[in-house]
């Protein structure tokens, strides 16, 4: 039985392409299982620029009970795909639920603001003495009413108790390989950087 975590991207129309393709790519090139679901009805989901992306299942399609705790979830930013997210009820309880579990949770751009608010992040805060998350310039009410640290956008990527945050689509690459390094170590997210020329 395969026990390597898995990575379930999830797409909302609105969403921004370079947030959810970079990070497919370098996880599809390390060898990750990844799951792309569309949180409607339709597998053709569009972007904010769009370009339109055929997800592999649509949430009715996949149960969402079968994603472990090991596996990752991961949300794109973009808007309006963002706040489509997030008004994704299914979605948003199976994502608290696997962050409750001890699940890995991902999101870049606007995502980690206006998805990840809505995790109890304040108990995250009190039980670690601080979290330190990212986002997209402008977007840091959300996370700092919960007590959340908003490091410099500029830094790209952050990671801190189970969540993994990037500030926009520049650092879309290098959200891709801290996923993969979370999951299959730093050698592995080494290798793909240096085949993809980094």
Same mark, same amino acid.
């Given at each position: 039985m395969n026990t390597q975590p898995r990575a379930f991207l999830f797409l909302a129309d609105g969403f921004e392409i370079t947030e959810?393709?970079?990070?497919?790519?370098?996880l599809v090139r390390g060898?990750? %299982?990844?799951? =792309?679901?569309?949180?409607s009805d339709s597998h053709t989901v569009t972007s904010a620029q769009r370009i339109s992306v055929n997800a592999e299942f649509t949430l009715d399609e996949y149960p969402l009970n079968d994603i472990r705790t %090991?596996? =990752?979830? =991961?949300?794109?930013?973009g808007m309006p795909g963002s706040t489509n997210l997030a008004a994704c009820a299914p979605l948003v309880n199976r994502m608290q639920r696997h962050y409750a579990e001890g699940g890995?949770?991902?999101?870049?751009?606007?995502?980690?603001? !206006? !998805?990840?608010?809505?995790?109890p992040l304040e108990e995250a805060?009190?039980?670690?003495?601080?979290l330190k998350m990212t986002c997209y310039e402008g977007f840091e009410p959300y996370l700092t009413a919960k007590g959340v640290t908003v490091v410099d956008q500029r830094q790209g990527v952050v990671a801190d108790a189970?969540? =993994?945050?990037a500030s926009g689509a520049g650092h879309a690459v290098a959200f891709g390989?801290?996923?993969? %390094?979370?999951?299959?170590g730093n050698d592995a997210a080494q290798k793909i950087a240096q085949a993809i020329m980094l």
């Amino acid at each position: 039985m395969n026990t390597q975590p898995r990575a379930f991207l999830f797409l909302a129309d609105g969403f921004e392409i370079t947030e959810a393709m970079a990070p497919a790519d370098i996880l599809v090139r390390g060898g990750i %299982e990844l799951n =792309i679901i569309s949180i409607s009805d339709s597998h053709t989901v569009t972007s904010a620029q769009r370009i339109s992306v055929n997800a592999e299942f649509t949430l009715d399609e996949y149960p969402l009970n079968d994603i472990r705790t %090991e596996d =990752i979830m =991961i949300f794109p930013g973009g808007m309006p795909g963002s706040t489509n997210l997030a008004a994704c009820a299914p979605l948003v309880n199976r994502m608290q639920r696997h962050y409750a579990e001890g699940g890995t949770v991902a999101a870049i751009c606007a995502a980690p603001a !206006v !998805v990840l608010s809505l995790l109890p992040l304040e108990e995250a805060v009190r039980a670690r003495g601080g979290l330190k998350m990212t986002c997209y310039e402008g977007f840091e009410p959300y996370l700092t009413a919960k007590g959340v640290t908003v490091v410099d956008q500029r830094q790209g990527v952050v990671a801190d108790a189970g969540i =993994i945050s990037a500030s926009g689509a520049g650092h879309a690459v290098a959200f891709g390989l801290k996923i993969l %390094e979370l999951i299959s170590g730093n050698d592995a997210a080494q290798k793909i950087a240096q085949a993809i020329m980094l």
